[in-house]
């Protein structure tokens, strides 16, 4: 009976076996041949997807065997693919040659590794990272990999050795054991340590697994490591001989459970979406069983399985694991009896009845937590309805009360309210003169007068690498925009009495707007402020440009080098911009600006050390301005990330774990990677648009930048894409242009209703002086009036439908819209070569 190896990579089940196939010469040749199989949901049934062989051996005499297939990742290709190690005795019995095959995309086997050994590997032999492969002989641990070229020997003496990869940057492969060898497993005669294949790094093994468990391990699984500060931290599951699944962290035991079945052999993940995840162990007598993550409790368990594999197999974007079951007579199709299913839902099964999981019954304790966890959610729930049918009927009554308000308004009826619901309503406008009077006294004794020069609130500067970084803090109106804003830096040495100008480059950043004083200290930076209209004058005493207030951040990066010459530099800080006399004025009538920001000393003995670079976690305005600093000095890309067949996962943490980010409490959507000196600094940001879908900041130098998205593509699905993001710039462009088609739109509406309020201002006059003098209506000027009067009627209505526009008026209004109109153009233009520029 032909023996068959399966497994499964991108959704599909790829099976492995040897034939020999009569040839030419009258002599065989032994070929490996494989087929992809693909799952069909309608048909419940696997349909082959693809199928090729490859020549091993054209011999008669060669044994050829399969030891082991296992999908790993392939470093130089940085995708995983299937790996396939073969061997073949030579005809004397004295050498055994190993080869291992990849099968490409295309669907050919590629030779990877050879390695000739004088004896059979015997015991459990491993395909890990890289690839590599590993397996322990006479009391050794031996590997090959593409990178070592050759067959090398662990150089560390260990005994009762367990291997495993880690999910670190650069180093993955690992071995643990015990060094000094020994016949008992005690701590006084071994000492656990680990072994990194790829470095020849030694490391302590019980940061991984404690002493006494080094013995009793037969296989692990590393969920999630991390290096802190160069200390090791991480999160295993262990099977071991006593029939126990064991979770550690840092190497201390955290939770145990069972197992039902002795000698386990393998333990995969199955990431079943909302509903948690699952490890299953394989066992060695055909035994297999599952555990639930969060509860540490038996799912479900098999027998008679031939094979169980973990993946996609119904491309629905959760994992199901697949298992296979040992034919028990005759047909010989290695894919007869199976069964699909995460335990959440999902199940196809084919063949025998004996297939069907045997779930344990639940115990009342699970019961019972579960129906609290019911009755606190269904008590949240009541609490959350509650709460908005609250809301709306205090909603239901201010609008009865503000539509019987107006209603009293129209009518000419005085509206009496108690004091309850007086409450509820929010002057909309002021009644009267006398309170509008009130109103413009507070405002003019208790608001100071509010400048359109921009207020310098703070001057820093900070030395990165060879650079001077000096910034300075702005508050101004946004009513009165401000653009091309720049610093420039002017030296005083004490040697000549002019003035240097220093070559600066600037950047502007924009800051959150400040708090009102009387909102809570608790809210939200975020939260949707009051509309204009409705809020009252003691909301806005305090403060009455609250809403139009902006600060912005200007930088000015120079080169350190010039300045030091002398001993103390003394620098005078120089704010550059262009005022605009009106908010739609875009592009013209600019007025260019010079203000003095201040001045600080520079001294080549100060301490260059930033805050942030020494503690992130801290929260003061000179962390801010380190933070800043920073964002100044370094070059930013930003990368939009698309995966369109899976889920990008959680990369956010990913970076922190795999790379050894710290996040920045100053402002926590950054991370900080400070791994050795200020060339090395990297800030990055990444921001989830949709599951399949992000954008990442990367704020660093370009070889950072490089290396950093070399590791995040081997982290990433094969079918990723990164591409850099072009026309970043382009928003400002939009804000412009949509600025002037609204200033477009208000020099009409102005201009049309000022021709129209002063025609009906003409026509009130002449009703007044018409009603200066009332003749007596039976007199012979009476009548005259009156037929001046049905005249004039007559004449105003032909006037109504084709209204008469003066001269003057109407070449002022084409004068206004003609300029509103070319300031509109001038900035589509400029959006439009900003976005080509892009």
């Known amino acids: ?77 940085r995708v995983t693919t299937a790996c396939i190690l073969v061997t073949k005795k030579s005809e004397k019995g004295e050498s055994f040659q190993y080869s291992l095959l990849t099968l490409s995309s295309s669907n050919r086997l590629e030779p990877c590794i050879e390695f000739k050994l004088p004896y059979q590997m015997r015991e459990t032999v491993y395909i890990l990272h890289g690839p590599t492969v590993l397996w322990s002989h006479t009391g050794n641990v031996f590997y090959a990999s593409l990178q070592a070229g050759e067959v090398r020997q662990i150089p560390i003496q260990v005994s009762h050795s367990v291997i495993g990869e880690l999910p670190l940057h650069k180093e993955h492969v ?31 093994g019980t940061m991984i697994l404690p002493h006494p468990y080094i013995c009793i391990t037969r296989c692990i699984l590393v969920l999630s490591a991390e290096k802190v500060d160069d200390v090791l931290k991480s999160a295993v599951i262990a ?17 145990v459970c069972q197992l039902p079945f002795e000698q386990p052999e393998n333990i995969q993940v199955v990431n079943t979406g909302r509903n948690g995840c699952l490890f299953v162990i ?106 908005l049918q609250r809301e709306v009927r205090v909603k239901d009554r201010v609008l009865q009360q503000s539509v019987r308000a107006l209603t009293d308004v129209v009518s000419e009826s005085e509206t009496i309210l108690t004091q309850h619901e007086q409450e509820g309503l929010i002057a909309l406008w002021d009644c009267d003169d006398e309170s509008r009077d009130e ?7 208790d608001m100071p007068a509010v400048s359109s020069k921009p207020q310098i609130d703070k001057l820093w500067h900070r030395i990165t690498e060879e650079r001077l970084v000096v910034g300075v803090i702005l508050t101004t109106d946004s009513s009165v925009p401000v653009a091309s804003v720049s610093l420039s830096i002017l030296t005083e040495t004490g040697q000549s009495s002019t003035p240097a100008v220093i070559q600066t480059q600037s950047q502007v950043f924009w800051l959150p707007a400040p708090c009102s004083s009387s909102s809570s200290s608790s809210s939200s930076a975020y939260m949707f402020s009051e509309p204009a209209a409705k809020r009252s004058k003691q909301h806005n005493a305090g403060r009455p440009n609250d809403l139009n207030t902006c600060r912005l951040a200007v930088t000015a990066v120079t080169r350190l080098t010039p300045l030091l010459n002398s001993g103390c530099v003394k620098c005078h800080v120089m704010l550059h911009y262009v005022q605009r006399q009106d908010a739609f004025a875009l592009v013209s009538n600019p007025t260019p600006v010079v203000l003095h920001c201040g001045q600080f000393a520079l001294d080549v003995h100060s301490d260059f050390q930033t805050r942030l670079l020494k503690n992130p976690d801290l929260k003061t305005d000179e962390v801010k301005e380190d933070l800043l600093s920073l964002m100044a000095v370094l070059d930013r890309w930003v990368f939009h990330i698309d995966s369109p067949e899976h889920s990008l996962g959680d990369i956010d943490s990913w970076i922190q774990k795999r790379v050894g980010c710290k996040r920045i409490e100053v402002s926590p959507q950054y991370l900080l990677l400070n791994s050795s000196g200020p060339s090395a600094l990297m800030l990055l940001h990444w921001h989830q648009i949709t599951p399949f879908q992000g954008e990442l900041s990367v704020h660093s130098s370009q070889l950072q930048a490089l290396q950093f998205l070399d590791s995040l593509l081997a982290y990433l699905p094969a079918s990723c894409s990164i591409q850099p993001v072009k026309g970043t710039k382009g928003q400002g462009a939009t804000q412009i242009f949509s600025l002037a088609l609204e200033k477009e739109m208000v020099s009409l509406i102005e201009c049309v209703s000022s021709l129209l309020c002063e025609e009906e201002e003409e026509e009130e006059e002449r009703k007044s002086l018409g009603h200066e003098e009332t003749p007596e209506p039976g007199s012979v000027k ?57």
């Not at 109103?439 to 004794?445: I, M, V």
């Open 174 to 204: 690992f071995v643990l054991g015990l060094h000094n060898l020994s016949d008992q497993c005690t701590p006084s005669t071994s000492q656990t340590l680990g072994y990194f294949v790829e470095s020849g790094q030694v490391f302590d």
């Open 782 to 838: 009476g009548l005259q009036r009156c037929r001046e009067v049905f005249q004039w009627d007559v004449e105003r209505s032909r006037m109504r439908l084709s209204p008469l526009v003066d001269v003057g008026r109407y070449r002022r209004l084409t004068q206004s819209m003609s300029k509103a109109q070319l300031d509109g153009d001038l900035a589509a233009l400029l959006g439009t070569r900003r976005t080509f520029l892009c």
């Open 439 to 445: 109103a413009l006294d507070d405002k003019t004794q």
């Open 239 to 255: 099977a071991t001989s006593n029939q126990q699944l064991v979770y550690f962290e840092n190497g201390i035991v955290k939770d």
């Open 282 to 387: 394989s066992f060695h007598e055909g035994h297999v069983c599952a555990v639930w993550k969060e509860t540490f409790q038996i799912a479900s368990h098999w027998s008679s399985v031939s094979s169980v594999h973990v993946d996609d197999f119904l491309g629905c974007g959760t994992d199901q694991m697949l298992l296979f079951f040992k034919d028990q007579g005759i047909t010989g199709q290695p894919l007869d009896t199976f069964l699909l299913t995460d335990l959440c839902g999902i199940s196809y099964s084919h063949g025998q009845d004996s297939a069907a999981p045997k779930t344990p019954p639940p115990s009342p304790e699970n019961d019972l937590l579960t129906l609290r966890a019911l009755e606190s959610r269904l008590q949240s729930g009541l609490t959350v309805l509650q709460e």
């Open 1 to 77: 009976m032909e023996k068959f190896n399966r497994l499964s990579l991108c959704g599909k089940i790829i099976i492995f076996n040897f034939k020999r196939a009569s040839a030419t010469n009258d002599c065989d040749r032994s070929e490996l041949i494989f087929s992809s199989l693909a799952f069909e949901q309608e048909d419940n049934t696997f349909l082959k997807a693809a199928d090729g062989a490859a020549i091993i051996s054209r011999k008669r005499s060669a044994h050829v065997d399969i030891v082991k297939c296992k999908c790993a990742i392939n470093v130089q290709k």
